[in-house]
DNA sequence: GCGATTATATCGTAAAGTAAGATATAAATA
DNA sequence: TATTTATATCTTACTTTACGATATAATCGC
């Protein structure tokens, strides 16, 4: 087995074990969306429909649901009023929190059963990884 | 901001960057039952239907129709008759990986860009939070 | 200013997905 | 053999997802 498919095996044991219970019925797509919010700046409907691979229309009426559903915010940008400048409603950040990060209880339970170096090593990893995946995909 | 809290920024970072675009059209529901069926060694209908809080007979229906698409294989336990074993099946393996594990192409792309002691170091990062996620969530 | 372009929205429609209640079956158990 | 356990099927209802066609309103090029 090679590195990069024994880190994936970490991972997704990582992320078995440690994730929220799934409270909530919510779509692939809406999270994708909600992460797409949350990470990329100023993304509006358009941005939306060519990374989540829908139409226009499609990714229109998905936004507007979302919107419905109280987990996004619309404005129009205000240097482009054909520009919409979607934001994460508090709401909206929790259920992406909750679909997508590591249960803060189970991970705290984890992080308090390491050494001090332990949490060092595995802080330092993550943000190192984090770092790296950044810039990998601006280039 | 808390160490989980930093943590699961850089984890949510690492996917968004990391992860495979998405081609399949898939939900929610039909990824967390191949989860339960990766990870956990002979789950049976009843034991995903209480997994992801649907009754019975939603999760027959469920697992009947991923069948149908070729994602599982359905045997009956041979101690126990009434029981179902399900498998992954390679095309199953195949899409559950796209939708919860990271890229391998870019995965590599980013180790490649390290130094040894700095591979090592997420190697050790990603194999003990593994491990002590996985025997939290047994206790 | 005016036609073209860009960004988004809406309507109609169709297909697929999701879920549950009622009921059935077949194997195992007491 | 009656009961329990594990799963399956049928019906029904609602939601979600998606797209083509069309519309609107702001901005851009000239």
Same mark, same amino acid.
């Given at each position: 087995?090679?590195?990069?498919?024994?880190?994936?095996?970490?991972?997704?044991?990582?992320?078995?074990?440690?994730?929220?219970?799934?409270?909530?019925?919510?779509?692939?797509?809406?999270?994708?969306?909600?992460?797409?919010?949350?990470?990329?700046?100023?993304?509006?409907?358009?941005?939306?429909?060519?990374?989540?691979?829908?139409?226009?229309?499609?990714?229109?009426?998905?936004?507007?649901?979302?919107?419905?559903?109280?987990?996004?915010?619309?404005?129009?940008?205000?240097?482009?009023?054909?520009?919409?400048?979607?934001?994460?409603?508090?709401?909206?950040?929790?259920?992406?929190?909750?679909?997508?990060?590591?249960?803060?209880?189970?991970?705290?339970?984890?992080?308090?059963?390491?050494?001090?170096?332990?949490?060092?090593?595995?802080?330092?990893?993550?943000?190192?990884? !984090?770092?790296?995946?950044?810039?990998?995909?601006? !280039?």
């Amino acid at each position: 087995m090679g590195t990069t498919n024994q880190l994936n095996q970490y991972w997704t044991d990582i992320y078995f074990h440690l994730h929220y219970p799934h409270k909530e019925k919510i779509s692939h797509q809406v999270v994708r969306i909600l992460q797409l919010v949350d990470k990329i700046d100023g993304v509006g409907v358009n941005d939306i429909a060519s990374h989540i691979q829908v139409s226009q229309n499609t990714a229109s009426e998905h936004v507007k649901r979302i919107i419905e559903k109280k987990l996004l915010t619309k404005e129009r940008d205000s240097l482009d009023e054909r520009k919409v400048v979607l934001r994460l409603t508090d709401l909206g950040r929790d259920v992406l929190h909750r679909n997508t990060s590591l249960d803060e209880e189970k991970l705290q339970h984890v992080i308090d059963g390491l050494e001090d170096s332990e949490k060092e090593l595995v802080e330092k990893a993550f943000q190192l990884l !984090s770092e790296r995946a950044k810039s990998c995909s601006l !280039s």
